[in-house]
């Protein structure tokens, strides 16, 4: 299956993302990854993982293209923002076992969770830039510095798991035999607390964020709406489905 959660220890929540080639994820799936965290009281925690050669690509850019109108573009927007809203709003901690590349929705996603573990070979980019498109900035912003992110926003570089360790967003790096291991570790050891307190935690947290995630990465949206509108933003996806590239 595409998407499917499996309950390990009967407390943890395992969410799996499973769209090859690269995980990037369709209109459809985008809401159905924000309903599977909407957990029930036994679950204590939830691990968000992937199979395939990486954690998440973002939306199907390929997709948005093969449709006509604006109804994936809709799609898209309002299906990315009901999933990382979901991952943040989850009433249980979130942990992230991040696998090779991590970009665009997959910051996402991973910048609103809780606890981040990473294969080695995992990096993370927001390449929206290049695809005539703004977002994710403001999930980017929660894993590097100010002026970090705006590099690597402005030119769409990516950066590396072991770098993350060292700004403390991303806990550890481990081979990726060993992810879902370390996953699972730290899942554990969040799972033996009281599950009373750990929700009363993570609402408290989510109360006292100095930035309303939820507003901001609304306000990035706008902007995607305005570049799509003045026709930027299909020229850039039409020769990204094309031959990959963008035009300068």
Same mark, same amino acid.
């Given at each position: 299956?595409?998407?499917?959660?499996?309950?390990?220890d009967?407390?943890?929540?395992?969410v799996?993302?499973?769209?090859p080639?690269?995980n990037?994820?369709?209109?459809?799936?985008?809401?159905?990854?924000?309903?599977?965290?909407?957990?029930?009281?036994?679950?204590?925690v939830?691990?968000l993982?992937?199979?395939?050669?990486?954690?998440?690509?973002?939306?199907?850019?390929?997709?948005?293209? !093969?449709? @006509?109108g604006f =109804? &994936?573009? +809709? %799609?898209?927007?309002?299906?990315?923002? /009901?999933?990382f809203?979901? *991952?943040?709003?989850?009433?249980?901690?979130?942990?992230?076992?991040?696998?090779?590349f991590?970009?665009?929705?997959?910051?996402?996603?991973?910048?609103?969770?809780?606890?981040?573990?990473?294969?080695?070979?995992?990096?993370?980019?927001?390449?929206?830039?290049?695809?005539?498109?703004?977002?994710?900035?403001?999930?980017?912003?929660?894993?590097?510095?100010?002026?970090?992110?705006?590099?690597l926003?402005?030119?769409?570089r990516?950066?590396?798991?072991?770098?993350?360790?060292?700004?403390?967003?991303?806990?550890?790096?481990v081979? !990726?035999? @060993?992810?879902? =291991? &370390?996953? +699972? %570790?730290?899942?554990?050891?969040?799972? /033996?607390?009281?599950?009373? *307190?750990?929700?009363?935690?993570k609402?408290?947290?989510?109360?006292i964020?100095p930035?309303?995630?939820?507003?901001?990465?609304?306000?990035?949206?706008?902007f995607?709406?305005?570049?799509?509108?003045?026709?930027?933003?299909?020229?850039?996806?039409?020769?990204f489905?094309?031959?990959g590239?963008?035009?300068?």
């Amino acid at each position: 299956m595409p998407l499917s959660t499996d309950l390990v220890d009967g407390a943890i929540a395992v969410v799996t993302m499973d769209f090859p080639p690269v995980n990037a994820l369709p209109v459809a799936a985008w809401f159905e990854l924000a309903s599977s965290l909407s957990v029930g009281p036994d679950v204590r925690v939830v691990v968000l993982r992937a199979e395939g050669k990486g954690f998440n690509a973002g939306v199907d850019i390929k997709e948005m293209q !093969r449709t @006509s109108g604006f =109804e &994936a573009l +809709l %799609g898209a927007n309002k299906g990315c923002y /009901a999933a990382f809203k979901a *991952v943040y709003e989850c009433p249980v901690p979130v942990v992230a076992a991040v696998n090779g590349f991590c970009l665009g929705g997959g910051v996402g996603l991973v910048g609103n969770c809780d606890s981040i573990v990473a294969s080695d070979d995992a990096y993370f980019g927001v390449p929206e830039i290049d695809r005539g498109a703004l977002g994710a900035a403001t999930h980017l912003a929660r894993l590097v510095p100010q002026h970090l992110m705006r590099t690597l926003y402005f030119t769409s570089r990516t950066i590396p798991a072991t770098a993350l360790v060292q700004h403390g967003s991303v806990l550890e790096t481990v081979p !990726r035999s @060993s992810l879902d =291991e &370390a996953a +699972l %570790g730290l899942a554990r050891e969040i799972a /033996a607390k009281d599950p009373r *307190v750990i929700r009363a935690a993570k609402e408290a947290l989510n109360g006292i964020d100095p930035i309303d995630v939820h507003r901001s990465y609304r306000f990035e949206q706008g902007f995607t709406f305005e570049l799509n509108l003045a026709g930027v933003a299909d020229e850039h996806r039409d020769a990204f489905v094309r031959d990959g590239k963008t035009p300068r």
